[in-house]
């Protein structure tokens, strides 16, 4: 494990501060909300507080299954990266990024494909697997025909980081498929819905995720599954068998109630054979990436630079 950005320490912390001061007013997220809020928060992808900007750099398509895709293709292109976004199961899309991703696809030369999977509560687990398993195996089949190169990266952040995972779970199992995917790149994900001890410790402080938003936000994804369900490899991928998965990078911020998550599924990453880079970043609290602070424009970076090589 290697700790980040300690010399942005101060700066990662007050912006902590001030963000839990704010969120007092904010809807709590991982509650089900009603119609309206719902789609409010959706409307606004990441629960920020204005609609995310669309460029014109990507596309919508359709693919397998029906699944649709948000896809950015740079004048060169050198691999191929399956995102998949975050927001709980239950919010984001595949166009609330577009900036970001627009970015990622013109300096690390990679087409982005990224997933507008199916969200909770209206389709909760498996309908969001599912899909992701969808598109995964269309790359697999139609990559080098549709982008001229058959190098495959998947990754996300937080839920999508989540999804990531069972998704390389799913290939190898369901279809024996391994080594298709280079590398996995894994931002602050829940690995063990059941929830590990810095879930379950974490309290109420309102850093963008806390114990309560977290177990809202897996009755939202699983309803009707107690802690020993969650506890289910397809559900939770701290507890599979992950032997012939790809290289990892795997981060998290300090002060993420998903801190033990990362730590934990990182041990058993590497244990089952495959190289792993565990980073994790001071003081930086849950979804740190989304907000513009020097540790994200440095965390971009490193994602960059690890997609690029990988």
Partial sequence: MT???????????AFNEQFETAAASRPVRGR??????????????LAGD???????????????DGVKVRTFVPDQVDGVYLHIHGGGWAFGSA??????????????RLAVVSVEYRLAPE???????????????????????????GRLLIGGESAGAHLSVLTLLRLRD???????????????????????????????????SNTDALRGSYGLFTPGMGPEERRDPEVSPLFADLAGLPP????????????????????????AGAPVQLGVVAGAMHGFT?????????????ERDFLATA
């Fill in 123 to 149: 389709h909760p687990f498996p309908a969001g697997p599912d899909d992701c398993e969808a598109a995964a195996r269309w790359l697999v089949d139609h990559a080098t025909t549709e982008f001229g190169t």
């Fill in 95 to 108: 166009d609330g990024q577009d900036e970001r991703l627009w970015r990622l696809a013109v300096q690390a």
């Fill in 50 to 64: 204005t609609p995310p900007v669309r460029l014109p750099q990507g596309r919508d398509r359709t693919v397998a």
């Fill in 174 to 208: 369901r279809h024996g498929i391994t080594g298709a995917f280079r590398a996995a790149h894994l931002l602050f994900g829940p690995y063990d819905l059941s929830m590990t001890p810095s879930q379950r410790l974490f309290g109420s402080r309102r850093l963008l």
């Fill in 3 to 13: 700790i980040t950005d300690e010399d942005c320490l101060a700066e990662t912390l």
């Fill in 290 to 302: 989304l907000f513009p602070l020097t540790v994200t424009e440095r965390e971009l970076r490193r």
């Fill in 248 to 271: 990892a990078r795997i981060v998290v911020g300090s002060e993420d109630p998903l801190l033990d998550d990362s730590l934990f599924l990182a041990q058993r990453w590497r244990a």
């Fill in 32 to 45: 089900a909300p009603d119609a309206a809020l719902l789609a409010l928060l959706r409307r606004n992808r």
